[in-house]
């Protein structure tokens, strides 16, 4: 049974930080894709970043320089660490792991984490 568990949502000052952190059991960490999307309510999820199965990093125009994905294969874990953040950041963040075969937006996903960026 295939698990993504997302944690470190919540509530955030502009200009703050957040880590989000998802934790996967249940698949072969190492050799999966993984991938940060976000969606606010009536808009379609939007990929944030992935990091492929060699370490290899790609962000949204509307996060570089910001946000950093990060893996770590002896954990089973794949981190969003979040700065500058902004109101416009806000959103359910999901954690999703595909194969690197699979297109984009497939594979498995996690339950979500609000991040909600106000002041």
């Known amino acids: 049974q295939v698990q993504l568990v997302e944690s470190g949502g919540g509530l955030v000052q502009p200009g703050g930080s957040l880590r989000l952190s998802c934790a996967a059991s249940?698949?072969?960490?190492?050799?999966?894709?993984m991938g940060w999307y976000r969606q606010v309510p009536g808009k379609q999820r939007e990929r944030v970043a992935f990091?492929?199965?060699?370490?290899?990093?790609n962000y949204a125009d509307s996060v570089k320089g910001r946000f950093t994905i990060s893996r770590d294969n002896a954990k089973n874990t794949v981190y969003l660490q979040m700065n500058s953040l902004k109101p416009e950041d806000t959103a359910v963040y999901y954690c999703?792991?595909?194969?690197?075969?699979?297109?984009?937006?497939?594979?498995?996903w996690g339950q979500g984490t609000q991040v909600t960026v106000s002041s």
């Open positions: 990091i492929t199965t060699g370490g290899s990093t």
């Open positions: 249940g698949i072969i960490f190492s050799i999966n894709v």
């Open positions: 999703n792991s595909r194969l690197a075969l699979e297109p984009a937006g497939r594979g498995y």
